[in-house]
Every structure is written in C-alpha cells, then in structure tokens.
C-alpha cells in the first residue's frame, strides 16, 4: 500500500543545565578555590574549575556548593559518573535541594535511566514547584514513554510559568498531535511562532498536523517555510510532496520527492513514493527503477514488489511480474487479499493496452 506516513519531529526541546554553574560560596572554608572554580568554568574552562573545586573540597569537606558546581563541570564534560556522585554528595547534605535533584535528573536522564530521572524530577517540582524547566524535562520523559496526556499537563504547567517560552507551547503541541488533537496542536504551534518565527519545528510539525488534517494547501505553506529556513531538509521535501501528491500534483509531488532523495539517498520511503508518482504519470520505466532502488535498501518491502509487478505487468512482463507478486505473498500473505482485486485491475488494463 502507499506509504503516506508523515516524519514528525517530536524532540522535545528540553531544558538541560545551565553552561555556567549557579551557586556562590557563602562560607569561609575553601572560599578562595570555590570563587576561583567559578571563575574559571563560567569563562568555558570546566577541567580547571575541577581542580579548583577539588581544593575547596579538600579544605572543606562539607562545602555543598563546590560539590554541585563540581557536578555541574563533570556534566559539561560528559563525565556523568563522577557528576552523579557530585549531586548524591550534595543531596546528602540537603535532600530538599531542589536544583540538585533537577541535575541529577538531568544526569540520569543522559544516562537512559529514566525511572530515576523521573523520580527525581517529581521531587524536584515538590520542593520548588515554580520552575518551569522541571516540568518540561519532566513532560519530556512522559513524551518519550507515550504518556502523552501527562506530557501535555506538564508543558501546561510550563507554559503557565513561563508563558513568553515558544518552546513550551511547541512541546505541548507535539503532545496534542500525539493525541491525535490536531486542532490544539495547531494553536500551540501557532503560539510558538508568534514568539518565534524561526522555529523550523513548530513550522515543520504544523505543516504535519495541518496535512493530518486535509489541510494540505496550508501544509505546504508550512513546508514551504521550513524550506526557507533550512533549505536541505529532506523530510521537509518529503512532506511537501505527499502533500502535493495528495491535491493531484503528481509532477511537482515527483520533483520534491527527487530533492528528498537527492538529499538523503538512503531512505527508501522518498524513493517508494515517487515510485507511486510515476506510476500514476505512466512513466513505468522511471516507477520500475525506484521499486528496485526500494527493493535493494529493503529486500523484504513486500509493497514494492507488488507495485513493480504491477507496472511490469504494463511493461507486458508477465512473467517478471509473477514473480514479483509470488515473491510479495511469501513476504506478507495477507496482503493478497487486500491486493489481489488491485492486481486484476491492473492485469486488465494492460490487456486493454495491447
């Protein structure tokens, strides 16, 4: 069957810690190599500043802040371990610290342990409730475990404190089109780009919700945006094209699917879908070479083997086309019941050709 399944970019765009840490040091022991820490990653030097928070350490055992800003430099560097260790310390000393359990969340979130992100991000919200970030690194968690309606109350919340955030409606967005709720979903991307007319996402995923929608002239609008902005999305071109495909612009559907192709040439979905377009032109030969390009990258697309036997059997290759037919069954048998009346009509129409 044609694939028609849009690319959505649903990445929620998260809030991850600051690039400069966030405590000062308010006590006497250490003070001097916690300032000089501080200086030193605050102007993009986090090696440096972990010695020195080492040395405010080392005089002072108890001193929370250079543990968190240390965690905050092993985190800049990608050392997730070493900053996990740093935030335990520092919960340790107060397991109401609200920013620490954020970061480690963050941390545990890098590190794919999403249960305890998530734990640490509830209790975050329960001792600071009006930090908009915890909530949307939090919807983000309930996003990616398809727990979308929590994911939309969380970036609700978000948007209730930080309502001048485009982000926060794009994220809520992509949780109401994940809910199949188009119409809301278009009004957050709405939003969004109100605030920021360069969002290439929200454009992007509007242009999605708008096409999911029978929307598809102002879909391509969308797309058309996206392009103007990032002028090598293959997705973008792709998107346009099933849009254009679907007003009946096969000739423009086939020169977007072309540019999507030339850009990411691996994906056979572009090329499948062209495929499609020139069988609906009649250019058999053209549509014959796309199946195959489909068949090589996916041996075991029973859907091209169907359609390039449906176009060989245009070509009077019968037997070719037999062989494909055979060959789609064996892959996926229950697609010759759905399939056979469209094969018939097809092995119809050729005789009529003849």
């Excluded at 007003?247 to 879908?273: M, V, W």
Aim: glycine content about 4%; aromatic content about 10%.
């Amino acid at each position: 069957m044609p694939r028609t399944i849009a690319r959505l970019i649903l990445l929620s765009l998260l809030c991850w810690l600051d690039a400069v840490p966030t405590w000062a040091a308010q006590t006497q022991g250490g003070l001097d190599a916690l300032n000089e820490g501080l200086k030193l990653h605050e102007a993009g030097n986090p090696k440096e500043a972990i010695l020195e928070y080492d040395r405010a350490i080392k005089a002072n055992p108890k001193l929370a802040e250079a543990y968190f800003n240390r965690g905050n430099a092993h985190y800049d560097l990608g050392q997730n371990m070493q900053a996990l260790r740093d935030y335990n310390q520092v919960l340790r000393f107060n397991p109401k610290d609200a920013e620490a359990l954020y970061n480690r969340g963050n941390t545990n979130r890098r590190l794919k342990k999403d249960d305890l992100a998530l734990k640490d991000f509830d209790a975050a919200v329960k001792f600071n409730p009006d930090d908009a970030k915890i909530y949307v690194n939090r919807g983000a968690i309930h996003f990616d475990a398809k727990r979308y309606d929590l994911a939309v109350k969380d970036y609700s919340e978000a948007i209730r404190l930080d309502p001048k955030n485009p982000e926060n409606y794009y994220n809520r967005g992509n949780g109401f089109l994940a809910l199949d709720k188009k119409e809301d979903a278009i009004k957050d991307y709405d939003q969004a780009l109100d605030l920021d007319a360069a969002l290439t996402e929200a454009y992007y995923n509007r242009g999605i919700a708008r096409a999911d929608a029978g929307q598809f002239d102002r879909a391509i609008q969308d797309f058309n945006q996206v392009l103007n902005l990032n002028p090598k999305s293959a997705h973008a071109f792709y998107n346009r094209a099933l849009a254009k495909t679907k007003l009946g612009q096969h000739e423009a559907a086939i020169e977007d699917y072309s540019e999507a192709i030339r850009l990411d040439p691996k994906d056979p979905e572009a090329a499948f879908n062209r495929g499609l377009a020139y069988l609906k032109t009649e250019k058999y030969d053209r549509a014959a070479r796309d199946f195959t390009e489909v068949i090589r990258i996916q041996p075991s697309n029973a859907d091209a083997h169907v359609y390039r036997g449906i176009l060989r059997l245009y070509q009077k290759k019968d037997k070719d086309a037999d062989a494909d037919f055979k060959k789609a069954f064996q892959l996926n048998p229950g697609l010759k019941k759905k399939l056979q009346p469209i094969i018939d009509e097809a092995r119809a129409k050729a005789r009529v050709k003849e």
